[in-house]
């Protein structure tokens, strides 16, 4: 009995240090999993361009013959993101919702990035309002309906560095869809 309990205590105490060690993307899961269900939420209760929409996860998607790595470009802008210093007093503050579609879409995505704290609750909806809105407004369906589009999205969170003076973290989460195929 004695070396079960010895056994034991070394499996509780691995299974301790790698939940320790996966705290973060475990809270940054949830978070996704936050934005993704009041997005779907914001998405089926709100028409934009009159249709209602429905964000499903997807790393990868193929749009007209032409395969769109949504989670690689997340994880990419998430990145460049998450390097910049930020201060507590930047533009990126909790709540923000930023469309960088024109800087870092390429054409080929629409992309917004959410601003929230690194810990603590958050107020989802108006935030999933304002991506909704964003995606909207040029994703491409993966599947759709009479009155509801389905759209793949990919999602990643990222902590920004604190500036070395006023320093601030945030949790920025960016959201990918593919970009409607323009007519020609």
């Known amino acids: ?14 299974v301790m240090a790698v939940s320790m060690l996966t705290g973060c993307a475990i809270g940054d899961a949830v978070h996704e999993k936050q934005l ?9 209760t709100t028409k934009v361009n009159g249709a209602f929409h429905k964000y499903v996860k997807d790393s990868k998607v193929k749009v007209n013959g032409v395969d769109y ?6 994880t990419a802008v998430a990145k460049e993101i998450a390097a910049e210093k930020t201060q507590k007093n930047d533009k990126l ?5 930023v469309d960088l ?4 879409g390429e054409g080929k995505y629409v992309i917004a990035a959410v601003v929230v704290p690194t810990s603590g609750d958050y107020k989802w909806n108006k935030l999933a309002g304002d991506v909704n809105a964003i995606l909207a407004n040029g994703y491409t369906a993966t599947a759709d309906t009479k009155d509801v589009k389905e759209v793949s ?5 990222r902590t920004t560095k604190k500036a070395d003076q006023n320093g601030k973290e945030y949790d920025v989460i960016v959201i990918v869809a593919a970009v409607k195929p323009a007519k020609v």
Do not use: P, Q
């Not at 993704?36 to 089926?44: E, H, K, Q």
């Open 93 to 97: 503050n909790t709540g923000a919702v």
């Open 153 to 157: 999205v990919a999602m990643e969170t």
């Open 1 to 14: 009995m004695k070396m079960f309990k010895k056994i034991m205590a070394v499996a509780l105490t691995a």
């Open 69 to 74: 790595t949504l989670s690689e470009k997340a």
């Open 36 to 44: 993704l269900n009041a997005l779907n939420d914001a998405g089926t």
């Open 101 to 104: 579609t024109g800087l870092k």
